[in-house]
């Protein structure tokens, strides 16, 4: 009787091996295949990225041809602070800017105000009726 209790123990064991690789197994081939999934869905998010960063980026060029004859036609005028008006303008305030009184300079700005320039492009001071 000790015989066939320890003979049916050992048949126990091996079939919970064997289950046990089994389990093992599948969890590596679904390991794999999420691996797989992952990498699809990261190179699409990529392809995506990538094709609307090209979309923006001629969006800007375009933006930026229509800009630049304007912007070498008439240069902006900057004071020592950034604050940018029309050159028309500028010969009407005497040089003098007119929201900190500093002198206006020849559209070319120090090197820490061109970039506060750049983010005023759309607020460049022009006077209705003055400057046309």
């Known amino acids: 009787m000790m015989d066939q209790l320890s003979h049916s123990e050992e048949r126990h064991q091996e079939q919970l091996a064997k289950l046990d690789a089994r389990h093992k197994e599948q969890l590596i081939e679904a390991d794999a295949q999420h691996k797989e999934q992952l990498a699809k869905a990261l190179a699409q998010s990529d392809a995506k990225h990538k094709e609307q960063m090209a979309e923006m980026m001629l969006h800007m060029r375009d933006m930026l041809a229509q800009l630049s004859p304007l912007l070498h036609s008439s240069l902006p005028s900057q004071c020592q602070n950034g604050h940018t008006l029309c050159s028309t303008y500028k010969t009407r305030v005497q040089n003098l800017c007119p929201t900190c ?16 320039a750049i983010g005023r492009l759309g607020t460049i001071m022009c006077i209705p009726n003055v400057c046309s």
């Open 101 to 116: 009184r500093q002198e206006l300079g020849d559209g070319k700005a120090p090197q820490e105000a061109s970039g506060i």
